[in-house]
C-alpha cells in the first residue's frame, strides 16, 4: 500500500537527514555529533515545509463559529483530492477542447477552496458543489480519458461525457459566480452602515448647485 501524503513528510526528511549526516563527517570533515545535529534539524525542517497545511490554521474561533469552521474543513480536506484527480487527468485526455475545459474545472475548485479558505460561512452556498458536482466532474474526466484509450472507440459514450463535462463546466462557474455576488452583497452592506454612520457623526454631505439646462439663463 502506498504511503499518505502525511507519510511522505517524514520519508523525506529522513532521507535528507541520512544523506546530509555522512556528507558533513566525512565529506567537510565535521566531527560527529555537530554533524548530527545539523542533519537532524535539516530533516525537521523538511518534514516542517512539506507537511500537509490544514485549511483555516491561521482562525481562531469559537462556539458556532468554531464548528462552521470544522465542517468547511472536513469538506475541503475531502475535496482537495478531487480537484487533483482533474488536474492529472487534464495530461490524460487527448482532445484539446475537453482537456482545456476539464484544466477549467480544476482552476475554478481552487478558486472556490481559497474563498471559503477566505471565509468559512461561504461553505453553505458551496456544499453541493463539493459534496456532488465536484466528485462527479472527477469520474467524468477520468472516464472520458478512459473511453479516449479504449480499444473498441465509443463514439457515442464519448460524445455524451463531453456533454456532461461542458455542463459540469457551466454549474462550477454558476457556483464560482455566487460567491462573488455574497461579496458584492456584504460591500453593498458595509457601504450603506458607513454611509449612516458618517451622516450620524458628519451630518449629511452637501448638496451641490443643479447646473441651469442649456439654453436657459439664470434669473
Known amino acids: 500500500m502506498p504511503p499518505s501524503l502525511a507519510g511522505m513528510n517524514w520519508i523525506a526528511g529522513g532521507a535528507a537527514a541520512a ?10 570533515g565535521m566531527p560527529f555529533w555537530i554533524a548530527a545535529i545539523i542533519s537532524l534539524a535539516a530533516g525537521g525542517g523538511l518534514v516542517g515545509v512539506l ?21 468547511a474543513r472536513s469538506l475541503l480536506t475531502d475535496a482537495e483530492p478531487l480537484a487533483v484527480r482533474l488536474e492529472v487527468a487534464v495530461s490524460s485526455i487527448g482532445t484539446p477542447k475537453v482537456a482545456e475545459r476539464v484544466r477549467h474545472l480544476a482552476r475554478i475548485s481552487r478558486e472556490i477552496f481559497a474563498a471559503v479558505e477566505e471565509d468559512p460561512l461561504r461553505v453553505d452556498r458551496v456544499r453541493r458543489f463539493l459534496t456532488y ?21 465509443d ?65
Open 51 to 71: 507537511s500537509p497545511r490544514k485549511p483555516f490554521e491561521g482562525l481562531d474561533a469559537s462556539g458556532v463559529a468554531r464548528g462552521k469552521i470544522e465542517f
Open 133 to 153: 458536482y465536484l466528485p462527479r466532474a472527477a469520474d467524468l474526466a477520468e472516464a472520458y480519458a478512459l473511453l479516449e484509450k479504449g480499444s473498441a472507440r
Open 155 to 219: 463514439t457515442a459514450r464519448i460524445a455524451a461525457t463531453s456533454d456532461l463535462i461542458d455542463r459540469l463546466d457551466t454549474a462550477f462557474t454558476h457556483y464560482a459566480a455566487s460567491l462573488q455576488e455574497a461579496d458584492l452583497g456584504n460591500l453593498d452592506i458595509e457601504l450603506k452602515l458607513l454611509k449612516s454612520s458618517l451622516d450620524e457623526d458628519l451630518g449629511p454631505p452637501p448638496q451641490l448647485p443643479v447646473p441651469p439646462a442649456p439654453g436657459k439663463r439664470r434669473a
Open 19 to 28: 544523506i546530509l549526516l555522512p556528507l558533513l563527517a566525512i565529506g567537510f
